[in-house]
Structures are given as structure tokens and as C-alpha cells.
């Protein structure tokens, strides 16, 4: 009798990169809103409240990333994909895993590059005055510089995978979704934006709950501008 052996089981279609530090009363809502059959990549990066606790028993896969910064739990979860698409998505509930559906149907249909989420706020303390000052005054150095009419850095977005690993992103801080944006930019992808809710997160912002976090924030954002081209990666199937 002939037993074929197992077979190795096929990765998402969709891995969801989810940056952590400290979100153990948001996750049970994300992990909620992620599509079915999507994947979930929990990256916690120094957690003292049992969010890798609570992740992994709401079936997430957790990675640990011991780097501090925003960019080093993104670039974590991104070399931790194994999805053709990838999606990133703040882990505060802030935004809703669920609006990716249209992202990921625009890069597979072959539509866009990089989808990226215009952020609306919805109720009050969505988005705190000075951290949509300093947005909106990156998104305008953003079209000096590259020429994107974009109107939000927000950090809802989706790409492939492949192409996002071409790019060779190297800032680990709060420069990271713009450093991607910048260089997907001058790789001549087509980069676009989608409106999506923006609530009150749950818990207190690491960044822009404070002018002092949002202003490290435009620092980082602002040294990334100023960085020469990068040698042209290989850009995205066209």
C-alpha cells in the first residue's frame, strides 16, 4: 500500500504585519477584524503587558523583535512573511485590519504597487492636532520630493512582498513607512491612497499622543527626505 507523505502546508495569501509594544487591550479586537484566511504577524518589541501572551492564544503567529522601534517590529514581521502580499496595520485598534480587503485586490489585480490609507478621523481624539500638523507637513515635503500627491503617511498599507524586500529599507525608527514610500517612489512604482476610519486608539500612543513622540517622529521622517536616492531596486512588476 502506497502512503504519500504529507504535505507541507501552503502559507496565506495575506500576512498582516502587526507592530506591538504594549497592546494586550486592543489585540483581541485587531486579531478580530483580520479577513479570514489572512494571517496574522504579531511582532512584539519589548512588551511588558502580556500582549505575546495574548496573541498567540488568539491565534497569531508572534515574533519577537528586542530592537526597539517602529521600523525594526515592521521590517521584523516583513522578513517574518511568507505571504505573496503583505499588509501592515497599527495594533492599537486605532484602524481596522478589515479595510486591507481593497488594498490586497488592488495589488493582486495589478491595479497598484502600494495602496496606503488616507486616514479620516471618526469621533473625538481620532488624531490629535499636532501630530496632523506634522503629517501634513511631511506629506507636502513628500511631494517636493518625489512628487506623490499623497495627503497621509498613514500605516494601513499593502505591497508585495518580493518588492518590498527589493527595496532594501534600512530606517528602524519612525522613518520606516516613509523610507518605504520614498524609495517605492523613485523605483517608479504606482503608489495610491484610500480613505479609511481612523478611531480613538485603545491605551495611550507611544508617538502621537505627545508632541514630544511626534516630534521625534518628523525628525526621523525628516532625516529620510533628506537621504540621497538609493541605487534603483528592482522595481515592481509592471
Known amino acids: 500500500m502506497t502512503h504519500s507523505l504529507p504535505t507541507a502546508p501552503r502559507p ?6 502587526l ?3 504594549d497592546e494586550a487591550a486592543a489585540l483581541p479586537w485587531v486579531l478580530e477584524r483580520i479577513p479570514p484566511g489572512w494571517r496574522a504577524v504579531v511582532v ?3 512588551s511588558t503587558d502580556g500582549s505575546a501572551d495574548v496573541a498567540r492564544r488568539l491565534g497569531a503567529t508572534v515574533v519577537h523583535e528586542p530592537l526597539r522601534g517602529f521600523g525594526a517590529a515592521c ?4 522578513l ?4 505573496d502580499i503583505v499588509c501592515f496595520c497599527d495594533c492599537d485598534a486605532s484602524l481596522d485590519p478589515a479595510e486591507l480587503a481593497p488594498f490586497v485586490r488592488a495589488v493582486r489585480n495589478g491595479e497598484s504597487d502600494l495602496v496606503l490609507g488616507r486616514r479620516r478621523p471618526q469621533g473625538r481624539g481620532a488624531w490629535p492636532l499636532h501630530a496632523r500638523l506634522g ?5 507636502g ?7 506623490l500627491r499623497l495627503h497621509d503617511l498613514g500605516p494601513l498599507r499593502a505591497a508585495r512582498r518580493s518588492e518590498l524586500l527589493g527595496l532594501h529599507l534600512t530606517d528602524r525608527r519612525s522613518g520606516y513607512p516613509l523610507q518605504m514610500v520614498v524609495r517605492a517612489a523613485d523605483a517608479g512604482w504606482r503608489v495610491e491612497e484610500r480613505d479609511v476610519p481612523y478611531r480613538p486608539r485603545t491605551g495611550r500612543s507611544k508617538v502621537t499622543g505627545t508632541w514630544r513622540g511626534t516630534w521625534h517622529a518628523v525628525t526621523d521622517m525628516r532625516a529620510v527626505l533628506h537621504q540621497p536616492p538609493a541605487a534603483p531596486p528592482k522595481g515592481a512588476t509592471r
Open 12 to 17: 496565506a495569501p495575506v500576512d498582516v504585519v
Open 19 to 21: 507592530p506591538c509594544l
Open 44 to 46: 512584539d518589541n519589548g
Open 75 to 78: 521590517h521584523a514581521g516583513l
Open 80 to 83: 517574518a512573511a511568507e505571504a
Open 135 to 139: 503629517n501634513l507637513a511631511l506629506a
Open 141 to 147: 515635503m513628500l511631494r517636493r520630493r518625489t512628487g
